[in-house]
């Protein structure tokens, strides 16, 4: 199987709720902590002190013991530390999410399923422990647990959980749908297309992530010196992969389309993310973007993993320290946006950004979450005359969305994706050149974006917009004309 194949439907899927449909899973096992109605002829006797476990520090403290020993590679000696824990603060909201977080960070479902899941309340304990809860029976392809975790957490009633939990939903039908082998009931696996050649239905159906190592405006210009910063050996590598678009209607069918706004943004954040690395003296990066080769882009409906982060990096060869994954919603006008960074050397998740926009504070908000990242990853920009100087346009949005689309007729170019899915809407490309003066980087992207259209005899780019007037665009303007 392709990378992250389950996560690509064989069909479109509408969550359960919506198709006014249930699944009938077993009850769930009594639990353990039930408790009797009190004798009415005897006072209670006053509960014990929770015991403390063994080592110094209480319960905080050996949960950092097991973080420890994560750290020296010895997980059958977390879980030991874990299960002492719970068995006197099982209870306890705080030590479930950090067991269940540790445990998946850390590639673990099935022991978050067997130490976690008999402990879990919804209603004492909250979401965070159950969305663990989710991805792992998800991971271990166990869709009716999953189908109760899922509907005591949209018991909750909050609205502010309402989307992730329709990306969860899709999953779960697609898996109850397909079977545990990830195909239909006596069916095969969906033929599609083999690398590097036509359609083929002998071949396994399969995404592919394309790496792109350069910001996209600046293929076709790398004879052009000055534009790019010369790099040191050695520096820190970051994988930033494509977004995922949980609760997606007819995610199938939408994947299939040439392009549209969710999906142009799913590639364009990682890509302008990964171009501004292109500009650290102590960083490099990549954008990972998923396609099904010589048919159409791929997407995800549902947050990468663990195990999804690992398979990117052994399979890349491209020796990451760090990767970024996340998710994009699009309800009611808004977006919002969930930035997970993931660490390679322990795959665990070291920090998550989170955003929320509308059109008409979608810039604003870009800058805000931007100089906060920059700020994170400690950016630190090459000294004056050693490349171009980084600044992306004050049109944050448009500029992300025209990325995206520039990678589309730089992919059917390379005929990576076929010819019908050139296609850059016009208000798009208008929106851009209406910014394209502000910067260099927004002048070379419509640069590229027009020199690519025209190539490819796509309509509404015949005269480009007014560009900055520097050296580094005139040389490029040169370039892409002759």
Same mark, same amino acid.
């Given at each position: 199987m392709g990378l992250l194949d389950r996560f690509v439907p064989q069909r479109p899927v509408r969550p359960p709720h919506a198709q006014g449909k249930s699944v009938s899973v077993p009850a769930p096992a009594p639990r353990a902590d039930v408790r009797l109605p009190e004798e009415k002829t005897a006072a209670p006797a006053p509960a014990p002190e929770e015991p403390a476990p063994s080592a110094a520090g209480g319960v905080l403290g050996r949960l950092k013991d097991a973080r420890e020993a994560f750290a020296r590679k010895d997980p059958a000696g977390a879980v030991a530390i874990y299960e002492e824990v719970l068995a006197v603060a099982g209870d306890r909201a705080d030590v479930l999410v950090s067991i269940s977080g540790e445990l998946t960070a850390n590639g673990c479902p099935r022991q978050v399923i067997d130490l976690v899941a008999p402990h879990y309340d919804a209603q004492r304990h909250g979401p965070a422990t159950g969305f663990s809860l989710l991805q792992a029976y998800i991971a271990v392809r166990e869709p009716e647990p999953a189908q109760h975790v899922l509907d005591l957490l949209y018991a909750l009633n909050r609205p502010d959980l309402q989307e992730r939990l329709f990306g969860f939903s899709n999953v779960i039908a697609d898996m109850i749908s397909l079977g545990a082998d990830g195909t239909p009931p006596g069916a095969s696996p969906e033929a599609g297309s083999a690398a590097g050649g036509p359609p083929d239905a002998a071949q396994p159906r399969k995404i592919e992530m394309a790496s792109i190592s350069k910001p996209i405006w600046f293929y076709g210009l790398e004879d052009?010196?000055?534009?790019?910063?010369?790099?040191?050996?050695?520096?820190?590598? %970051? *994988?930033?992969?494509?977004?995922?678009?949980? !609760? $997606?209607a007819d995610f199938a069918e939408v994947m299939k389309r040439p392009e549209e706004e969710l999906g142009r943004l799913s590639r364009g954040i990682p890509l302008w993310l990964?171009?501004?690395?292109?500009?650290?003296?102590?960083?490099?990066?990549?954008?990972? %973007? *998923?396609?099904?080769?010589?048919?159409?882009? !791929? $997407?995800?409906?549902?947050?990468?993993?663990?195990?999804n982060v690992r398979q990117l990096v052994e399979t890349s060869g491209d020796g990451f320290d760090y990767v970024f994954t996340g998710a994009l919603w699009h309800k009611d006008e808004a977006f919002e946006l969930l930035l997970n960074l993931w660490e390679v050397k322990k795959f665990r998740m070291r920090k998550t950004f989170t955003l929320r926009w509308t059109p008409a504070t979608a810039d604003k908000a870009l800058a805000e979450f931007y100089a906060q990242w920059r700020a994170f990853m400690e950016f630190k920009a090459f000294p004056v005359g050693e490349g171009m100087a980084y600044e992306p346009p004050q049109n944050l949005l448009d500029y992300i969305e025209a990325l995206g689309a520039c990678l589309t007729l730089f992919l059917v170019e390379k005929q990576v994706l076929p010819p019908a899915q050139a296609l850059v809407p016009a208000e798009l490309a208008a929106r851009l050149g209406a910014g394209a003066a502000q910067s260099d980087v927004a002048s070379l992207l419509t640069l590229s974006l027009h020199a690519r259209a025209r190539r490819l005899a796509l309509p509404g780019f015949e005269s480009l917009p007014p560009l900055a007037t520097t050296t580094a665009v005139d040389q490029a303007r040169q370039i892409v004309s002759s």
């Open positions: 052009m010196g000055g534009l790019l910063p010369s790099k040191a050996e050695n520096l820190r590598r %970051v *994988a930033f992969a494509q977004l995922a678009v949980p !609760g $997606l990964a171009e501004t690395l292109s500009f650290s003296t102590s960083w490099t990066g990549i954008a990972a %973007v *998923a396609t099904l080769r010589r048919e159409h882009y !791929g $997407l995800f409906n549902a947050e990468w993993t663990h195990d």
